[in-house]
């Protein structure tokens, strides 16, 4: 036998043997547990789930009184959004407010209300703390998975003096965003507060609830923007800032839009509740702001409290709200009924001067004759007034307050510098 023979007959050897040791191990294994005692290999995950695999949420936590909310108050909520993925807000019980910084004008019902409609807020803890103790901050990082605590430039200091954020930042868990410069809850409370040391020059006009306010029109302007009492609103609008606040978007072809108009000053619980009814009747809802000259001229010279942008501003951040007529007309007309592609025109029936309903100078007489028009029952029975009448009833009060907190607005605004953010 050559050499080339005898290595082609080892290896069948080799071949044989094999399989006879390998058919052997399969009998035995089979007669031990049958088939499913051999378990299957499992198959490697593909690379795509790999890459897929879900990543939890950031989660960050943001607190405040949120009195008289404005939209520096929502611009804080937006910021606080975008370091992360989902927002959980605590909004500071009335006792908290109280024992901290005085009387709320806003209880906390009417506070989560409002806190509730911001568009980029995803969960609220009703009567938080106002300071962040160890017990709340464990609670926040292990209940309610929070992995970042969030607050403005702007110093936030216990009746101690002491820091109200040092243990989250001593934890590492702390992140700041910048404060919306031009209007605070003290100054818009300052500048009703005006118009009531203001009444003894004023006296022919004293039993009149409208034209005990001032805007500031016509006031000394502090242009130093300082927190130094009342005074003109020193809010700057940016296009950028409206397109922050925009949705983006607009309705669909068949979509239905209801339409909604009115001052909207001193945004409050009230508006939010009749833009919510307003919204779920339709697939799109467009709200037109009147002009302050508009306001002026049907509700008393000292009207709006805010100015047009400003109120914008607030509805915008409305998460019922999806476009707004900046200035709006007075009369729906038929010509913006078409342009607008409105389908229903609704007015609560709580509102400050409901009179011209019954007049014939009636803003919605087109939408009645077309059919187009409703009106609905106001969930609460809360106006602009009502807000300026809790001030003037605890003015001392209040006065009390700000200019507690208008020193330490003060200081800010002569100490700050510029912080990076949007």
């Not at 820091?163 to 910048?178: M, N, S, T, V």
């Not at 010279?301 to 951040?317: D, G, K, Y």
Request: charged share 25%; proline share 6%.
């Amino acid at each position: 036998m050559d050499a080339g023979n005898g290595c082609s007959a080892r290896a069948l050897a080799a071949y044989v043997i094999g399989g006879i040791v390998l058919g052997a191990s399969v009998l035995v294994l089979h007669l031990a547990g049958g088939p499913a005692a051999i378990p299957p290999l499992p198959l490697p995950p593909p690379l795509g789930a790999l890459r897929r695999r879900p990543r939890r949420p950031v989660r960050v936590y943001m607190d405040g009184c949120f009195d008289m909310m404005h939209y520096g108050h929502c611009n804080a909520l937006r910021q606080a959004r975008a370091l992360g993925d989902e927002l959980v807000v605590g909004v500071i019980s009335d006792d908290e407010i109280k024992a901290n910084k005085g009387p709320p004008v806003t209880p906390l019902h009417e506070r989560m209300i409002m806190v509730r409609a911001v568009k980029w807020v995803d969960d609220i803890i009703p009567d938080a703390p106002y300071a962040i103790t160890e017990e709340f901050m464990n609670k926040l990082f292990n209940e309610y998975n929070i992995d970042y605590i969030i607050h403005g430039d702007d110093p936030c200091l216990l009746p101690d003096g002491t820091d109200a954020y040092a243990l989250a930042k001593k934890a590492g868990r702390y992140k700041q965003i910048k404060r919306t410069e031009g209007v605070s809850t003290t100054d818009i409370v300052g500048r009703m507060l005006l118009c009531v040391r203001e009444r003894s020059s004023d006296a022919h006009n004293h039993s009149s609830l409208q034209r005990q306010f001032s805007s500031g029109h016509g006031q000394k302007v502090d242009d130093t923007g300082s927190g130094t009492g009342t005074r003109v609103s020193h809010f700057l609008p940016t296009s950028r800032r409206i397109v922050q606040f925009s949705n983006s978007r607009g309705p669909g072809p068949d979509s239905r839009i209801v339409y909604i108009d009115g001052a909207f000053d001193l945004f409050h619980a009230g508006h939010v509740e009749i833009l919510r009814l307003a919204r779920e009747l339709g697939d799109f809802l467009l709200v037109g702001i009147h002009t302050d000259q508009t306001i002026s001229s049907t509700r008393g010279r000292h009207r709006p409290i805010m100015n047009l942008h400003e109120r914008s501003l607030n509805v915008l951040a409305c998460r019922y709200v999806d476009e707004v007529i900046i200035g709006a007309p007075w009369d729906v007309s038929k010509d913006m009924i078409t342009t607008f592609n409105i389908s229903l025109v609704v007015h609560g029936t709580i509102a400050e001067n409901m009179d011209f309903t019954e007049d014939d100078s009636n803003p919605y007489a087109v939408p009645k004759a077309m059919g187009i028009h409703r009106r609905l029952e106001s969930p609460l029975d809360i106006t602009t007034s009502t807000i300026i009448r809790r001030i003037v009833a605890n003015h001392e009060a209040y006065q009390k307050r700000n200019e507690k907190k208008e020193a330490s607005e003060k200081k800010y605004y002569e100490s700050k510098s510029f912080v990076n953010g949007e």
